[in-house]
């Protein structure tokens, strides 16, 4: 008995450690942990922010780049089209949680400097690994595609009306299901246009 208490007692230690170590990891050694960084691949000679973000993104005459993206349309092309590669632009999510982190900020920052240089209406749908009911599934994946939206409305300013909110569940996989991995590229919010 005492044996099986001592294997509990190093076991939940050595879990907390981990998850401890995993909150102040610094994938790309910029200075702040990867759970606050909204630029997680900044190079590590940049001085960043306390978001770990370059202070702005300008080109040589000092104009701000806007962002090209590439997204699918609700009519199975691509918008604008012409364009030929997919941007990989998603939101991610902790398990069974729909707040927005802010390392995603970068992400969404990026959709609404875009939003801004157009004038399209985007779907936002939302999804969510394999573990839980469908019917759970289902409505975490809608709330994740509404706190999107509500960050790009608050934050962002733009107008309610140029979004709709779908959640998918778990019936739309980008990876295995099987896997720690998988399960987090699974838990998303994605981007579609909307053409009419």
Known sequence: MMAKLARFLIMTTFLSAAAVAKQWQDSDLDGVPDLKDACADT???????????HKSVVNKQSIVVQPNLC???????HYPRGCTEL???????EFARAEVLISQHQAIERLARWLNSTNVALRL?????????????????LQRAEQVKKVLVEQFGLHASRFQVAGVGSTEPIANNGTGQGRELNRRVEFLVIVQ
């Open 87 to 93: 941007s990989s632009l998603a939101v991610r999510f």
């Open 71 to 77: 997204l699918r349309a609700n009519n199975a092309e």
């Open 43 to 53: 190079p590590a000679e940049v001085v960043v922010d306390a978001r770990g973000c």
């Open 125 to 141: 749908v939302g999804h969510t690994d394999a573990v839980g009911g469908d019917r759970f599934n289902r409505q975490l994946s």
